[in-house]
């Protein structure tokens, strides 16, 4: 299994980033796939998830309204849409899979992983 993220990178706080996740070795319809991001010093924490089909959506407190989770399970990629940028938003993110039918917020709940994109927002 092997999830990779592009699309990171420095933008000017009010920009936008889309980041990818491209899934490889796993049914990816089968999975529901989540995005964290971790801040140095700080613990991972979740951002967004979305469920097999892409039928509902789940996003933390603090991106709710800024960013936008999507995936075509055709091309076995899931998006984050990121809008708004804060320089509060710099982080590594992460993509990840768990074999399902629910929506999952918890790290613990997933078991697959993507190595990272960092994300730099300077203000």
């Known amino acids: 299994v092997q999830l990779v993220e592009s699309g990171g990178g420095l933008v000017q706080a009010g920009n936008s980033l889309r980041l990818s996740c491209a899934a490889s070795?796993?049914?990816?319809?089968?999975?529901?796939m989540g995005w964290f991001r971790q801040a140095p010093g700080k613990e991972r924490e979740f951002v967004a998830a979305?469920?097999?089909?892409?039928?509902?959506?789940y996003y933390a407190v603090s991106v709710k309204g800024r960013f936008t989770i999507s995936r075509d399970n055709a091309k076995n990629t899931v998006y984050v849409q990121m809008n708004s940028l804060k320089p509060e938003d710099t982080a590594a993110y992460y993509c990840?899979?768990?074999?399902?039918?629910?929506?999952?917020?918890?790290?613990?709940?997933?078991?697959?992983w993507g190595q990272g994109t960092q994300v730099t927002v300077s203000s």
């Open positions: 070795g796993i049914i990816f319809s089968a999975y529901a």
């Open positions: 979305i469920t097999r089909y892409g039928g509902s959506t």
């Open positions: 990840a899979a768990q074999y399902g039918s629910g929506i999952y917020s918890r790290s613990d709940e997933y078991n697959y």
